[in-house]
């Protein structure tokens, strides 16, 4: 079994992610749809375009990893959508030029899509 897999085995669903202090879920989705998150995700609250070549992010709050490898808690959460690749050298997601408030932003977002 691999240590991701075995991670997420232990992970309590009762401490997952909460909202992000100081993230606005609203402007989290105004920052996924600038930068053109949905042309690889399907995002939820975006119609158009639905990526199919990244995970669909619906229920994202309630999973218990960041791409199946990362704990999905705010801080991972936030460096993740500014530089994946630094978290994670093998991962297809590029660095994105966020802020650090985007990235709070995004996660305040993303942490609201917490029913599968």
Same mark, same amino acid.
């Given at each position: 079994? =691999? $240590? @991701? ?10 401490? &997952? ?5 100081? /993230?606005?879920?609203?402007?989290? &989705?105004?920052?996924? #749809?600038?930068?053109?998150?949905? !042309?690889?995700?399907?995002?939820? /609250? ?14 994202? /709050? $309630?999973? @218990?990893?960041?791409?199946? #490898? ?8 936030? #460096?993740? !959508? ?8 093998? =991962?297809?997601?590029?660095?994105? $030029?966020? =802020? #650090? ?7 305040? +977002?993303? +942490?609201? &899509?917490?029913?599968?």
């Amino acid at each position: 079994m =691999t $240590a @991701p897999l075995l991670l997420a085995a232990c992970v309590d669903k009762a401490d &997952l992610p909460r909202p992000v202090a100081q /993230g606005d879920p609203l402007e989290g &989705l105004a920052v996924i #749809r600038q930068s053109g998150c949905s !042309v690889c995700h399907a995002v939820p /609250g975006v119609a158009w375009p639905k990526g199919r070549s990244a995970g669909d992010l619906a229920g994202f /709050g $309630a999973k @218990p990893l960041i791409a199946g #490898r990362l704990p999905n808690q705010p801080e991972i959460l936030m #460096r993740w !959508v500014i530089d994946a690749p630094s978290l994670d050298p093998d =991962t297809a997601m590029p660095p994105f $030029a966020l =802020t #650090r408030d985007q990235a709070r932003h995004v996660a305040a +977002y993303l +942490y609201s &899509l917490d029913d599968q």
